[in-house]
């Protein structure tokens, strides 16, 4: 069965440190991987995804940027956090291509604050 | 204007109480899905749809494609209810998916 990794679940950083938030996935193979982020009272923002290894779409300028490495490995990366990165970020996948029974899993998140 | 609005945004219900959760969308889609997250920050899919209805035990949703509109229903609503619902839909012109801002459900013994 297919399964979603995320980590870490929580942490708390320094303005201007480094950030790298992990997520796996295992039980399929090219999935298109999504990073999102959850602030509190608003939808689900999303901040990148991948339909493939390198292949990255950027959907709203930030200090943030993503990674694929390998197929099924997406990361979450910043050089220097800003206080407004603070929030809930959730890596999620779903199969590829438009086929009705396409549904989306999500890791169960990662909770960021920074000080 | 987002592509997905949901309906109400809060709502507190007796338990036992029969529960609407509203979506409309704006944009062409191959499905569209009920999510459920709970406090702790978990999102769950609840239902997948592209037509018609579904039914899990006490859940219901339905999908009226022509006017854009999904229903999420609860029968017999129970405390373990209580989560924040979510309407979500994936786009029919790319690996997108749009989500609303989700209702947050409290349901009291």
């Known amino acids: 069965s297919q399964t979603i990794h995320q980590w870490p679940a929580t942490l708390v950083q320094p303005v201007g440190s480094p950030l790298s938030l992990e997520c796996t996935v295992e039980?399929?193979?090219?999935?298109?991987l999504y990073w999102y982020r959850q602030a509190a009272g608003r939808g689900l923002q999303l901040l990148f995804y991948?339909?493939?290894?390198?292949?990255i779409s950027s959907e709203v300028p930030q200090n943030l940027s993503a990674s694929r490495p390998q197929d099924r490995q997406f990361i979450l990366s910043s050089k220097k956090l800003l206080l407004s990165d603070s929030g809930f970020y959730l890596c999620?996948?779903?199969?590829?291509?438009?086929?009705?029974?396409?549904?989306?899993?999500f890791g169960e998140g990662s909770w960021l604050t920074v000080v | 204007k987002n592509e997905v609005e949901q309906s109400p945004q809060n709502l507190t219900a007796q338990e036992g109480e029969f529960i609407t959760i509203n979506c409309s969308y704006s944009?062409?889609?191959?499905?569209l899905h009920w999510l459920q997250q709970h406090p702790g920050g978990g999102i769950v899919s609840l239902f997948m749809?592209?037509?018609g209805k579904k039914k899990h035990g006490r859940l219901i949703a339905t999908i009226n494609i022509q006017e854009k509109h999904s229903s999420l229903h609860i029968t017999a609503s129970h405390p373990r209810d209580s989560a924040v619902y979510i309407c979500?839909?994936?786009?029919?012109?790319?690996?997108?998916?749009?989500f609303g801002t989700g209702t947050s459900l409290t349901v009291i013994p």
């Open positions: 749809l592209s037509s």
């Open positions: 979500a839909v994936r786009s029919n012109t790319g690996n997108q998916f749009y």
């Open positions: 039980g399929t193979s090219n999935p298109n």
């Open positions: 991948s339909v493939g290894i390198g292949q």
């Open positions: 999620a996948w779903s199969t590829p291509g438009q086929g009705s029974r396409n549904t989306i899993y």
């Open positions: 944009v062409g889609i191959s499905a």
